[in-house]
């Protein structure tokens, strides 16, 4: 192997890793997500307790679902274009590298930056459909209003917090593409973009740390 190509790959794989570690460690800590989650439960416990909700609670419910459903969509677009777009391009690059001698068009780690690419949007899609089909499920729930039984209650706090967690990872692994699609212009340019992408969404989690630093938002 190459020394280019060696550095290469340990920068993708230096990238990979500090994601996941900035993941575990978000998770781990009191952020906007897990504020966001609480509330959501708070708010289902709310609607729950006050006869006459039943119709507004559906409604915001079937507005999740239309922004779930959104982002189910359009990754799955980008997902079908992408693969559209990479194999012809890959296939005529091989063949350009093969016509021309000591010319590699394309590299190893290239095509392991594409293939992520494509997980990575297949992953976001993953996640989205299951937010919709949690958000959807709880619709009907909530539809028992007041009198809806305790084994029924606990389904639902079940279901809303999974609903809130699906659907904030689809949007937080899109903003994992960014580092991917950089990378394919030069795979050494994963490893700062992956510090770029973590310090703002650091940046962005920072609204659950206190609630002092809301007044932060104006």
């Known amino acids: 192997m190459e020394q280019p190509d060696l550095w ?12 996941a570690l900035f993941d575990l460690r978000q998770r781990r800590r009191a952020t906007a997500r897990q504020r966001h989650a609480r509330l959501r439960g708070r708010w289902l416990d709310a609607v729950l307790a006050r006869p006459g909700q039943e119709i507004v609670a559906v409604q915001t419910i079937r507005n999740s679902v239309m922004a779930a459903t959104i982002v189910a969509s359009t990754t799955v677009i980008a997902l079908m274009g992408t693969i559209s777009l990479v ?29 992520l690419i494509v997980a990575t949007l297949f992953t976001s899609f993953i996640l989205a459909t299951q937010s919709a089909r949690f958000y959807n499920h709880l619709g009907y729930l909530v539809g028992f209003g ?5 084994e029924d209650r606990a389904v639902a706090q079940r279901y809303v917090a999974l609903a809130g967690r699906y659907y904030s990872d689809s949007l937080r692994t ?5 580092p991917l699609v950089a990378g394919l212009l030069e795979p050494l340019a994963v490893l700062p973009g992956v510090l770029l992408i973590i310090a703002a969404l650091a940046w962005f989690d920072r609204g659950g740390a206190s609630p ?6 104006g």
């Open 8 to 19: 290469r790959w340990a920068g993708l794989g230096a990238g990979a890793l500090a994601l």
């Open 87 to 115: 194999g012809p391009v890959a296939l005529h690059l091989a063949l350009r590298a093969a016509d021309t001698l000591g010319e590699t068009a394309i590299t190893p780690v290239r095509t392991a930056i594409g293939g």
């Open 146 to 150: 007041a009198d809806i039984a305790p």
């Open 174 to 178: 899109l903003f994992y593409l960014a």
């Open 212 to 217: 002092q630093s809301l007044s932060d938002f």
